[in-house]
Protein backbone atom coordinates (compact mmCIF):
# COMPACT_ATOMS: atom_id res chain seq x y z
CA UNK A 1 0.00 0.00 0.00
CA UNK A 2 1.37 2.88 -1.19
CA UNK A 3 2.82 5.96 1.29
CA UNK A 4 1.05 9.00 1.79
CA UNK A 5 3.51 11.76 2.86
CA UNK A 6 2.56 15.78 3.86
CA UNK A 7 6.32 17.26 3.54
CA UNK A 8 5.35 20.59 3.87
CA UNK A 9 4.66 22.78 7.06
CA UNK A 10 2.44 25.56 8.21
CA UNK A 11 2.58 26.86 11.94
CA UNK A 12 -0.34 28.19 13.22
CA UNK A 13 -1.62 29.17 16.27
CA UNK A 14 -2.56 26.15 17.25
CA UNK A 15 0.48 24.12 16.39
CA UNK A 16 2.17 23.27 13.09
CA UNK A 17 0.11 21.64 10.07
CA UNK A 18 1.70 18.96 8.06
CA UNK A 19 -0.21 19.42 3.90
CA UNK A 20 0.49 18.84 0.91
CA UNK A 21 -0.33 20.01 -3.00
CA UNK A 22 -1.14 17.43 -5.60
CA UNK A 23 -1.49 18.16 -9.31
CA UNK A 24 -0.62 20.87 -11.35
CA UNK A 25 -0.17 24.78 -10.06
CA UNK A 26 -2.47 26.37 -11.77
CA UNK A 27 -5.49 24.24 -11.96
CA UNK A 28 -8.47 25.12 -10.20
CA UNK A 29 -7.61 24.55 -6.54
CA UNK A 30 -9.88 21.69 -4.81
CA UNK A 31 -9.01 21.04 -0.55
CA UNK A 32 -10.29 18.20 0.95
CA UNK A 33 -10.83 18.37 4.74
CA UNK A 34 -10.86 15.14 6.87
CA UNK A 35 -12.40 14.67 9.83
CA UNK A 36 -11.83 12.72 13.61
CA UNK A 37 -10.51 10.67 14.42
CA UNK A 38 -9.17 10.54 10.91
CA UNK A 39 -6.14 12.06 9.02
CA UNK A 40 -5.82 13.48 5.14
CA UNK A 41 -4.81 9.92 4.41
CA UNK A 42 -8.54 8.64 3.91
CA UNK A 43 -8.51 11.20 1.06
CA UNK A 44 -5.22 9.43 -0.82
CA UNK A 45 -7.19 7.58 -3.50
CA UNK A 46 -10.19 11.31 -4.45
CA UNK A 47 -7.04 12.92 -3.87
CA UNK A 48 -4.72 11.03 -6.75
CA UNK A 49 -8.28 10.96 -8.81
CA UNK A 50 -9.10 14.89 -8.63
CA UNK A 51 -5.41 16.01 -9.15
CA UNK A 52 -5.89 15.15 -12.84
CA UNK A 53 -7.81 18.50 -13.62
CA UNK A 54 -7.72 20.53 -10.49
CA UNK A 55 -4.85 21.28 -8.00
CA UNK A 56 -5.70 19.13 -4.65
CA UNK A 57 -4.68 20.50 -1.66
CA UNK A 58 -4.76 18.01 1.35
CA UNK A 59 -3.68 18.96 4.88
CA UNK A 60 -4.31 17.01 8.28
CA UNK A 61 -5.71 18.91 11.27
CA UNK A 62 -3.84 20.71 14.21
CA UNK A 63 -3.64 17.20 16.81
CA UNK A 64 -4.32 15.00 13.89
CA UNK A 65 -2.36 12.58 11.40
CA UNK A 66 1.51 14.12 10.89
CA UNK A 67 0.39 17.65 12.43
CA UNK A 68 2.12 18.41 16.08
CA UNK A 69 0.43 17.34 19.05
CA UNK A 70 1.14 18.69 22.67
CA UNK A 71 -0.19 19.37 25.85
CA UNK A 72 -2.71 22.11 26.12
CA UNK A 73 -3.24 22.13 22.70
CA UNK A 74 -6.49 23.70 21.33
CA UNK A 75 -7.85 21.10 18.71
CA UNK A 76 -11.73 22.29 19.08
CA UNK A 77 -14.03 23.30 16.35
CA UNK A 78 -13.43 26.81 17.15
CA UNK A 79 -9.58 26.26 16.50
CA UNK A 80 -9.93 24.29 13.83
CA UNK A 81 -12.36 27.06 11.67
CA UNK A 82 -9.81 29.62 12.31
CA UNK A 83 -6.94 27.97 11.32
CA UNK A 84 -8.13 26.48 8.06
CA UNK A 85 -8.84 30.22 7.77
CA UNK A 86 -5.74 31.01 8.03
CA UNK A 87 -4.52 27.96 6.02
CA UNK A 88 -6.25 29.14 3.20
CA UNK A 89 -5.17 32.54 3.41
CA UNK A 90 -1.33 31.32 3.83
CA UNK A 91 -2.04 29.06 0.03
CA UNK A 92 -3.03 32.21 -1.47
CA UNK A 93 -6.63 30.49 -2.04
CA UNK A 94 -9.59 33.11 -2.65
CA UNK A 95 -11.73 30.84 -3.44
CA UNK A 96 -11.13 27.56 -4.09
CA UNK A 97 -13.70 24.30 -4.11
CA UNK A 98 -14.21 22.48 -1.11
CA UNK A 99 -14.65 19.02 0.10
CA UNK A 100 -15.30 18.21 3.78
CA UNK A 101 -15.86 14.80 5.52
CA UNK A 102 -17.40 14.79 9.11
CA UNK A 103 -16.00 17.17 11.56
CA UNK A 104 -14.08 19.25 8.66
CA UNK A 105 -17.52 19.62 7.44
CA UNK A 106 -18.30 21.42 10.70
CA UNK A 107 -14.35 23.09 10.08
CA UNK A 108 -15.10 24.47 6.68
CA UNK A 109 -18.62 25.65 7.86
CA UNK A 110 -17.74 27.93 10.46
CA UNK A 111 -14.52 28.83 8.54
CA UNK A 112 -17.39 30.51 5.68
CA UNK A 113 -19.58 31.29 8.17
CA UNK A 114 -17.51 32.87 10.81
CA UNK A 115 -14.06 33.60 9.46
CA UNK A 116 -14.98 34.83 6.22
CA UNK A 117 -13.58 31.79 4.30
CA UNK A 118 -14.69 32.21 0.27
CA UNK A 119 -15.34 29.56 -1.85
CA UNK A 120 -16.48 29.04 -5.38
CA UNK A 121 -18.60 25.39 -4.16
CA UNK A 122 -18.46 22.94 -0.89
CA UNK A 123 -18.84 19.54 -0.81
CA UNK A 124 -19.94 17.91 2.31
CA UNK A 125 -19.42 14.36 3.37
CA UNK A 126 -21.48 12.90 6.22
CA UNK A 127 -20.13 16.24 7.90
CA UNK A 128 -20.73 17.06 11.65
CA UNK A 129 -23.28 19.85 10.93
CA UNK A 130 -26.33 19.31 12.67
CA UNK A 131 -28.04 18.58 16.84
CA UNK A 132 -27.69 16.09 17.93
CA UNK A 133 -24.16 14.52 17.43
CA UNK A 134 -22.05 12.39 19.04
CA UNK A 135 -22.37 8.52 19.30
CA UNK A 136 -22.64 7.02 22.83
CA UNK A 137 -18.95 5.82 23.19
CA UNK A 138 -18.07 9.65 21.86
CA UNK A 139 -20.00 10.92 24.66
CA UNK A 140 -19.01 8.51 27.12
CA UNK A 141 -15.32 9.11 26.71
CA UNK A 142 -15.89 13.06 26.61
CA UNK A 143 -17.18 12.68 29.85
CA UNK A 144 -14.65 10.77 31.53
CA UNK A 145 -11.41 11.41 29.24
CA UNK A 146 -9.02 11.70 32.28
CA UNK A 147 -9.71 8.03 32.61
CA UNK A 148 -9.53 6.61 29.33
CA UNK A 149 -6.33 8.22 28.61
CA UNK A 150 -5.02 5.91 31.77
CA UNK A 151 -5.75 3.16 29.55
CA UNK A 152 -3.10 0.53 29.14
CA UNK A 153 -1.78 0.74 25.89
CA UNK A 154 -2.70 -2.50 24.70
CA UNK A 155 -6.23 -1.24 25.70
CA UNK A 156 -5.89 2.05 24.17
CA UNK A 157 -4.78 0.42 20.88
CA UNK A 158 -7.77 -2.12 20.54
CA UNK A 159 -10.21 0.16 21.54
CA UNK A 160 -8.90 3.25 18.85
CA UNK A 161 -8.96 0.21 16.43
CA UNK A 162 -12.31 -1.09 17.26
CA UNK A 163 -13.63 2.78 17.10
CA UNK A 164 -12.19 3.24 13.66
CA UNK A 165 -12.83 0.23 12.25
CA UNK A 166 -16.83 1.07 12.95
CA UNK A 167 -16.91 3.83 10.77
CA UNK A 168 -17.04 1.58 7.60
CA UNK A 169 -19.58 -0.32 6.59
CA UNK A 170 -17.86 -3.32 4.66
CA UNK A 171 -15.14 -3.29 6.86
CA UNK A 172 -11.45 -1.47 6.27
CA UNK A 173 -7.92 -3.42 4.94
CA UNK A 174 -5.71 -4.11 7.68
CA UNK A 175 -3.05 -2.05 6.33
CA UNK A 176 -6.16 1.03 6.32
CA UNK A 177 -6.67 0.55 9.72
CA UNK A 178 -3.11 -0.04 10.90
CA UNK A 179 -2.19 3.46 8.92
CA UNK A 180 -5.45 5.45 10.39
CA UNK A 181 -4.69 4.35 14.18
CA UNK A 182 -1.43 4.78 14.05
CA UNK A 183 -1.08 8.38 14.92
CA UNK A 184 -2.98 7.82 18.00
CA UNK A 185 -0.38 5.40 19.28
CA UNK A 186 2.42 5.69 21.72
CA UNK A 187 2.05 8.45 24.52
CA UNK A 188 1.77 11.50 22.90
CA UNK A 189 -0.85 10.10 20.58
CA UNK A 190 -2.73 8.54 23.42
CA UNK A 191 -3.07 11.44 24.78
CA UNK A 192 -4.17 13.37 21.54
CA UNK A 193 -6.78 10.84 21.19
CA UNK A 194 -8.74 11.68 24.39
CA UNK A 195 -7.58 15.64 23.70
CA UNK A 196 -9.60 16.07 20.55
CA UNK A 197 -12.57 14.21 22.05
CA UNK A 198 -12.80 15.92 25.26
CA UNK A 199 -12.65 19.19 23.02
CA UNK A 200 -15.62 18.22 20.65
CA UNK A 201 -18.42 20.74 21.98
CA UNK A 202 -21.79 20.52 20.33
CA UNK A 203 -22.26 24.41 20.83
CA UNK A 204 -19.41 24.86 18.19
CA UNK A 205 -22.86 23.70 15.36
CA UNK A 206 -25.61 25.02 17.37
CA UNK A 207 -23.54 28.60 16.57
CA UNK A 208 -23.80 28.20 12.75
CA UNK A 209 -26.68 25.82 12.21
CA UNK A 210 -29.28 28.48 12.09
CA UNK A 211 -27.11 30.10 9.60
CA UNK A 212 -26.70 27.45 6.77
CA UNK A 213 -29.63 29.23 4.67
CA UNK A 214 -27.51 32.23 4.35
CA UNK A 215 -24.79 29.72 2.23
CA UNK A 216 -25.09 30.95 -1.31
CA UNK A 217 -22.40 29.11 -3.21
CA UNK A 218 -23.12 25.89 -5.08
CA UNK A 219 -23.54 23.11 -2.25
CA UNK A 220 -23.49 19.35 -2.45
CA UNK A 221 -24.21 16.41 0.25
CA UNK A 222 -23.16 13.26 0.04
CA UNK A 223 -24.16 10.76 2.96
CA UNK A 224 -23.15 7.22 2.87
CA UNK A 225 -26.83 5.15 3.50
CA UNK A 226 -25.27 2.22 5.64
CA UNK A 227 -23.41 5.55 8.34
CA UNK A 228 -24.12 4.35 12.02
CA UNK A 229 -22.26 7.31 13.35
CA UNK A 230 -24.30 10.11 11.59
CA UNK A 231 -28.04 8.49 10.31
CA UNK A 232 -28.49 9.61 7.31
CA UNK A 233 -31.78 11.64 8.14
CA UNK A 234 -29.28 14.34 8.74
CA UNK A 235 -28.34 14.57 5.07
CA UNK A 236 -31.83 15.72 4.42
CA UNK A 237 -31.96 17.46 6.84
CA UNK A 238 -28.98 19.24 5.99
CA UNK A 239 -29.61 19.65 2.34
CA UNK A 240 -33.52 20.82 3.11
CA UNK A 241 -31.54 23.63 5.23
CA UNK A 242 -28.79 25.04 2.08
CA UNK A 243 -30.39 26.80 -0.38
CA UNK A 244 -29.80 24.91 -3.52
CA UNK A 245 -27.86 22.31 -2.10
CA UNK A 246 -28.43 18.56 -3.50
CA UNK A 247 -28.07 15.90 -1.82
CA UNK A 248 -26.37 12.50 -3.06
CA UNK A 249 -27.08 8.88 -1.17
CA UNK A 250 -24.07 6.87 -1.77
CA UNK A 251 -25.35 2.55 -1.46
CA UNK A 252 -23.49 0.25 0.72
CA UNK A 253 -21.23 2.92 2.41
CA UNK A 254 -20.88 3.87 6.19
CA UNK A 255 -19.43 7.11 7.85
CA UNK A 256 -16.35 6.72 5.71
CA UNK A 257 -17.51 6.80 2.54
CA UNK A 258 -13.46 7.39 1.00
CA UNK A 259 -13.02 4.11 1.97
CA UNK A 260 -16.08 2.12 1.41
CA UNK A 261 -17.19 3.80 -2.04
CA UNK A 262 -14.31 5.76 -3.24
CA UNK A 263 -15.17 5.52 -7.23
CA UNK A 264 -18.88 6.02 -6.68
CA UNK A 265 -17.84 9.02 -4.40
CA UNK A 266 -15.12 10.28 -6.79
CA UNK A 267 -17.58 10.15 -9.79
CA UNK A 268 -20.19 12.17 -7.95
CA UNK A 269 -17.25 14.92 -6.66
CA UNK A 270 -16.01 14.97 -10.28
CA UNK A 271 -19.48 16.38 -12.16
CA UNK A 272 -20.19 18.70 -9.00
CA UNK A 273 -16.78 20.25 -9.10
CA UNK A 274 -16.77 20.15 -12.98
CA UNK A 275 -20.02 22.44 -12.77
CA UNK A 276 -19.04 24.37 -10.07
CA UNK A 277 -19.42 28.28 -11.98
CA UNK A 278 -15.49 29.81 -12.25
CA UNK A 279 -14.17 32.05 -9.75
CA UNK A 280 -14.37 34.94 -11.97
CA UNK A 281 -18.55 34.29 -12.64
Not at 42 to 67: I, T
Not at 76 to 104: I, K, N, T
Not at 167 to 184: E, F, I, K, Q
Not at 209 to 217: H, K, P
Request: glycine content about 10%.
Amino acid sequence: MSEWLLPRTFRSASGDIRWNSLGEPGQAPVVLCHGTPFSSYVWRAVARSLARRHQVFVWDMPGYGASQMYAGQDVSLAAQGRVFAELLAHWGLAEPLVVAHDFGGAVSLRAHLLHGARYRALALVDPVALAPWGSPFFRLVGGHWEVFEQLPPALHRALVREYIGSASSPGLHPAVLDRLARPWLGEVGQAAFYRQIAQADQRHTDEIQDRYGEIGIPALVCWGQEDTWIPPAKGHELTARIPGARLEPITGAGHLVQEDAPAELTAVLVDFLQSAPDASD
